[in-house]
C-alpha cells in the first residue's frame, strides 16, 4: 500500500521550548585569548560573537514568531518511506506550481543546511515572468534531520538516502524531475543519477567535488593535472579547497569517527551547537556579501536540536563509502550535468577534469566570481538564472525529454498518485 503525504505544521511543545530557554539563559561563554588582528577566528568562533548571539537569543529571539513564519512561508508535509526494511517519515517541503508546463525540481540540502536554503527560490514555483520557466519544488529533509525520523541501523549512506527521495519523487507522481543541489544534496543527487538515469534526467550542482581521474582510463586528464595545466583562477579556487581540506575539516573526522559521542555535547547545548554551526558559516561564505543575521543562525541551530538526533553527525561516518557509491564512477550520458561554482566554495575542479569523473554528457557551466557554499542563501539571484538556463539547455537538446518532465509535472500531486477525496 502506498503511503499518503499527511501535511505538517512545525509545533514545538511548551516544554522542549522551556527547556531551550533555559539553557539558553544559563549558558557560561568561556574567555577567548587574545589573537592578532585578522586572527580573530583562527581558533573558532571568538568570544565576542558568541556573546553577541547568545544575548540576542536571550533578549530578542522570538522561535513562536519564526515558527509562524515558517509555517506561513513553506508548504511542508511529512510521508513514510520505507527502504530495506527501514521506514522513515520523511519531512520535506512541496510546492506545486499553477503552470501546466511545470517541472518537477527536487533540491536536497546537505551539513550544516536545511529546507531553509530554498526560501529565496520559491519565486521559481509561480514566476512572475508569464514566459519563464516554472517548477514544481521538493525539498526534503535528510533522515535524522529536522523533522524526518532517524534510521535504526548502520548503514543508511548516501546511495540509500538517494533511494528514499527516489521513492517519495515516485510517490508524488514525479517519474522524471530533474535535482540542484550543493553539499551532500549535490552528491545524493549524483547517485540518484547513478542508480535512476531514466527518472534523476538532469542534475545542476554547486559543490563540485571529485577524487583524481584514472591513470588508466584518462592519461591525457590526468597528465594535465599531475602537470598543473590551470589558470590562475582555477588554482586559487583549488588552493582554497586544498585549504579547507587541510585545515577546516577537523569537525568531520570527529563526526565521521564517534557521531555518537559528539551528539551528545551538542544536542544537549544549544550553544554549543550554536558554535558548532556559526563557525561554518564563517568560513563556508564569501565574506564580501552580507553576513548571517542572527536570527537565521539561531534557527538554523533550533532546527538541529529539534531533531534529537545524531544523523547530522552520523551522515558522516556513512559517507566514507562515497568513493565507491559516487566518485569512483561518472553519470552516464543520458544524464544531462550542470554546474555553478562559486569562489568561496571548498569544492571545485575544471570542466574538463568533470567530463570524466561527474558527468559525460555536461550541458551547462558557469564560474562566478561571489559567492560561497550557499549560494540559494548569498546569492540567489545568481543561482536562479543558473538553474533556468540549465533546464533551457536540456529542453533545447532533447525535446523527447523534455516532454517527459513536462508531463510528469502534470501528473504529480501534493498527496501522490492516488490522492483521497478527504485530503483535497
Not at 511548551?14 to 588582528?37: E, G, M, N, S, Y
Not at 512541496?94 to 508546463?101: D, E, G, P, Q
Not at 543546511?113 to 508569464?130: A, C, R, T, Y
Not at 531533531?307 to 569512483?328: C, M, P, T, W
Request: glycine letters at 8%; hydrophobic letters at 40%.
Amino acid at each position: 500500500m502506498t503511503a499518503v503525504p499527511k501535511p505538517f505544521k512545525i509545533d514545538v511543545s511548551v516544554d522542549t521550548l522551556a527547556w531551550v530557554t533555559d539553557r539558553v539563559k544559563t549558558a557560561r561563554i568561556i574567555p577567548d585569548i587574545q589573537h592578532p588582528q585578522g586572527q580573530e577566528w583562527a581558533d573558532g568562533v571568538p568570544t565576542t560573537t558568541m556573546e553577541e548571539l547568545v544575548e540576542y537569543w536571550k533578549t530578542s529571539y522570538d522561535w513562536r514568531k519564526v515558527e509562524e513564519h515558517l509555517n506561513a512561508t513553506f508548504k511542508m508535509f511529512t510521508v513514510d518511506v520505507t527502504v530495506e526494511g527501514q521506514t522513515i517519515n520523511l519531512h520535506y517541503v512541496h510546492h506545486r506550481s499553477s503552470r501546466a508546463n511545470a517541472i518537477p525540481l527536487l533540491m536536497p540540502h546537505g551539513w550544516p543546511g536545511n529546507f531553509l536554503e530554498v526560501e529565496k527560490l520559491l519565486s521559481l514555483v509561480d514566476p512572475e515572468d508569464p514566459a519563464q520557466q516554472a517548477y514544481h519544488l521538493i525539498a526534503p529533509s535528510i533522515p535524522g534531520f529536522v523533522f524526518s525520523s532517524s534510521p535504526q541501523v548502520p548503514g543508511f549512506g548516501i546511495a540509500r538516502i538517494g533511494t528514499v527521495y527516489h521513492k517519495l519523487m515516485e510517490t508524488l507522481g514525479y517519474d522524471q524531475y530533474l535535482g540542484q543541489g550543493g553539499d551532500f544534496g549535490s552528491l545524493i543527487l549524483r547517485s540518484m543519477a547513478l542508480q535512476y538515469p531514466t527518472s534523476c534526467v538532469g542534475i545542476h550542482i554547486h559543490f563540485v567535488l571529485s577524487t583524481p581521474p584514472s591513470p588508466f582510463k584518462h592519461p591525457l586528464t590526468i597528465l594535465w593535472l599531475v602537470l598543473r595545466w590551470l589558470t590562475p583562477d582555477e588554482k586559487k579556487r583549488i588552493g582554497r579547497m586544498q585549504w579547507w581540506q587541510a585545515g577546516e575539516q577537523g569537525y568531520s573526522k570527529i563526526q565521521g569517527t564517534k557521531p555518537q559521542t559528539v551528539s551528545y555535547g551538542l544536542l544537549d547545548s544549544p550553544i554549543g551547537m550554536l558554535a558548532w554551526i556559526r563557525e561554518k558559516l564563517q568560513s563556508l561564505t564569501d565574506p564580501n556579501l552580507p553576513q548571517w543575521s542572527n536570527d537565521d543562525v539561531i534557527t538554523w541551530t533550533m532546527l538541529y536540536i529539534l531533531s534529537g538526533s545524531a544523523a547530522h553527525a552520523r551522515i558522516y561516518k556513512e559517507a566514507q563509502r562515497l568513493k565507491d557509491e559516487v566518485f569512483n564512477k561518472c553519470i552516464g550520458s543520458e544524464v544531462d550535468v550542470g554546474a555553478s561554482c562559486f569562489p568561496y566554495d571548498v569544492g571545485f575542479i575544471p570542466i574538463w577534469w568533470a567530463r570524466v569523473s561527474i558527468g559525460k554528457s555536461i550541458v551547462f557551466w558557469k564560474v562566478h566570481h561571489k559567492g560561497g557554499h550557499f549560494p540559494s542563501v548569498e546569492c540567489p539571484e545568481l543561482l536562479g538564472p543558473d538553474i533556468l538556463e540549465f533546464t533551457k539547455a536540456i529542453r533545447s537538446r532533447n525535446a523527447t525529454k523534455w516532454d517527459l518532465l513536462v508531463k510528469s509535472g502534470q501528473s504529480g500531486n501534493l498527496y501522490g498518485k492516488a490522492p483521497s477525496a478527504a485530503n483535497l
